[in-house]
């Protein structure tokens, strides 16, 4: 099977990078800067990932859009203002997660970026719950290009000038040579930053200008895990998937306030459930006392008695420590509780903690 | 003056007397990038050439070190337990995973010179 390519692929190959096969797509894994390398430039400076493999997604159509899309999107889209960016997910009828997303409200439009390895199987889903008619467009011409770390503002700001005004989760129409681009402040690093959508055949050009700044550097796919995983940011399949609900993701903030009351929407049954009486497993962070890295799917135990999983571990360059995150039974998931991994066949010591393991302030 | 040989798993092992010395290559250590982690097995135990004898994790992912000689145990290197960058910066010398009473040396037979090594990773890239 022939695996897809952004516009952005041979640039990629040309900057030295490593490519491998990621949600369909041939994507880059890391540059020679290698991949802590390019973690700490991203958490000092600023760097370029191409994250055009995610599916941009605009719903047209008239006000009715809103309340059909909040169907399943547990959000209040009349509560967005114009611009305004808002992270949720996909719900399905059992109360899981079928995606998790960023909702964008534009004047004809609501925008969504949707999970690369999700993004047909969501808009059929979207589809499907739409009474009333409205346009819906992936565009494929478009990709999605993150500059994220501390100097990613000033750096933008020097050739897309503007964008240093956007507060976080929040967007707006820029102008890039002569073309416009849509960009937002956001991203999944931790770090301030912004995606920017932009014509494909205008993608390698904006690299390459930002890249005229020596603080700038391309960044791959496995900084990119270690960065949202220090950050404490899930994974869709693996720190996410159908069968886990949002309040067991403790990620109940995805669901607007008074919308947490209703629970009106698809899958609020297990949702209201959840909410009421209570969880059996949830999301936490996971601190390995030592050295011992504790990669997904290592099993948690406490006393000899298994009672979770890790869905997301690795090395945290910026902590300089191991880092986790996982599943356990909701009785031993309190901030402080004593745990043990087991990597290789043998137990470590760890502890339940909070996250994120690697904390930034976003510019409000 | 003791003789180098390479394994085509990437490993090498420094021969003096009965004693193998035995560590992963540069290039592995390139191929691996920033090495986070490593594990090197007790005194004591007793391997066998091809088995699993050490683990080395970088930011990416956990990889085994196998032992290309069979043989005792008589040392793992604490200081790369303690500075897993030692094994990026030295390699093939102070990064050093482990040391081995050799009990089959004829088994040194199929490894590589490390000319022959050096020819085998450019015929064979990842």
């Not at chain 1, 009349?78 to 009828?93: A, I, R």
């Not at chain 1, 890790?310 to 945290?316: C, F, K, L, M, P």
């Amino acid at each position: 099977m022939s695996h897809l390519k952004t516009a952005l692929f041979d640039f990629h190959k040309a900057s030295g990078a490593k490519l491998v096969p990621f949600a369909g797509y041939e994507m880059p894994v890391q540059y020679p800067l290698g991949i802590a390398g390019e973690h700490t430039h991203v958490r000092t400076k600023a760097g370029i990932f191409d994250v055009s493999h995610m599916g941009q997604f605009s719903i047209i159509g008239d006000e009715s859009v809103c309340k059909q899309l909040e169907q399943i999107v547990p959000i209040d889209l009349s509560l967005l203002k114009l611009n305004q960016s808002k992270y949720s997910f996909l719900m399905n009828d059992k109360g899981g997660i079928d995606d998790d997303l960023i909702v964008t409200k534009l004047e004809d439009r609501i925008s969504i970026v949707l999970n690369a390895g999700c993004k047909h199987n969501d808009i059929k889903q979207i589809k499907s719950v739409f009474k009333q008619p409205a346009e819906f467009v992936l565009h494929d011409q478009l990709s999605l290009i993150a500059l994220q770390g501390p100097k990613a503002v000033s750096i933008l700001e020097s050739f897309i000038p503007g964008v240093s005004n956007l507060k976080f989760m929040n967007g707006g129409s820029f102008s890039f040579k002569g073309k416009s681009v849509y960009v937002t402040r956001s991203g999944y690093t931790g770090e301030d930053g912004f995606e920017v959508s932009i014509a494909s055949e205008l993608a390698q050009t904006f690299c390459e200008t930002l890249l005229t700044n020596a603080d700038v550097a391309m960044i791959g796919l496995g900084a990119r895990d270690s960065l949202r995983l220090e950050a404490g940011l899930c994974l869709y399949g693996h720190d996410l998937n159908p069968e886990i609900s949002p309040i067991e993701a403790d990620l109940v903030f995805g669901i607007t306030k008074h919308r947490r009351e209703t629970c009106d929407f698809i899958g609020g049954s297990v949702v209201k459930d959840h909410l009421t009486n209570g969880i059996k497993r949830k999301r936490v962070g996971i601190q390995p006392e030592g050295t011992i890295i504790a990669r997904e799917n290592a099993k948690v135990f406490k006393a000899d008695k298994e009672i979770g999983l890790v869905t997301s571990g690795g090395y945290g360059p910026s902590v300089s420590a191991a880092v986790a995150m996982g599943y356990v039974d909701f009785d031993c998931s309190e901030v402080g509780t004593s745990v043990e991994l087991e990597v290789r066949g043998k137990k470590y010591p760890a502890k339940i903690c909070l996250l994120p393991f690697y904390k930034k302030s976003y510019a409000k | 003056m003791s003789e180098v040989k390479y394994s085509k798993k990437h490993e090498w092992v420094s021969i003096e007397g009965d004693i193998g010395t035995i560590g992963i290559t540069k290039h592995a250590t390139e191929q691996l990038g920033d090495i986070v982690f490593a594990e090197v097995p007790d005194a004591g135990k007793v391997l066998t050439s091809g088995g699993e004898a050490a683990v080395v994790e970088s930011v990416k992912a956990a990889s085994d070190v196998y032992t290309p000689v069979s043989g005792e145990v008589v040392e793992g290197n604490a200081a790369i337990v303690a500075d897993p960058a030692l094994i990026n910066q030295d390699p093939e010398g102070a990064g050093w995973f482990f040391k081995i009473k050799i009990t089959s040396p004829d088994e040194l037979a199929a490894l590589m010179s490390k000319a022959d090594y050096e020819k085998f990773v450019e015929e064979n890239p990842s």
